[in-house]
């Protein structure tokens, strides 16, 4: 089964950028729609970025739009999210999770998950 890891968190002040990377174990991964996730403390889990197996389709949520960038490198098994302009509001537990088969867009079941990597943004 393929298995996701998660790495790029950190520390940053607002307005810096950090490049979280969600690599795969398999190449089967290149078959999968990725998307990545944040739950800061006390809310609940949302979408922030959602990627198709070919890198064609990409969804972001709103408040991203403009600031972050997901992309894909399947000769990598690696999905990344270059985030931009990070504000405080942004520090969260980044999750990257992946599904094979799904129906409509984005998906909105996911079958693998990530451990997840701490993204803190401090004022």
């Known amino acids: 089964q393929v298995q996701l890891v998660e790495s790029g968190g950190g520390l940053v002040q607002a307005g810096g950028s950090l490049r979280l990377s969600c690599a795969a174990s398999e190449r089967a991964f290149s078959n999968y729609a990725v998307g990545w996730f944040r739950q800061a403390p006390g809310k609940e889990r949302e979408s922030v970025a959602t990627i198709n197996w070919s890198g064609g389709r990409l969804t972001y949520t709103d408040s991203v739009k403009g600031r972050f960038v997901i992309s894909r490198d399947n000769a990598k098994n690696t999905v990344y999210l270059q985030m931009n302009s990070l504000k405080p509001e942004d520090t969260a537990v980044y999750y990257c999770?992946?599904?094979?088969?799904?129906?409509?867009?984005?998906?909105?079941?996911?079958?693998?998950w990530g451990q997840g990597t701490q993204v803190t943004v401090s004022s």
């Open positions: 999770a992946a599904v094979r088969f799904f129906e409509g867009w984005p998906p909105t079941k996911y079958t693998l």
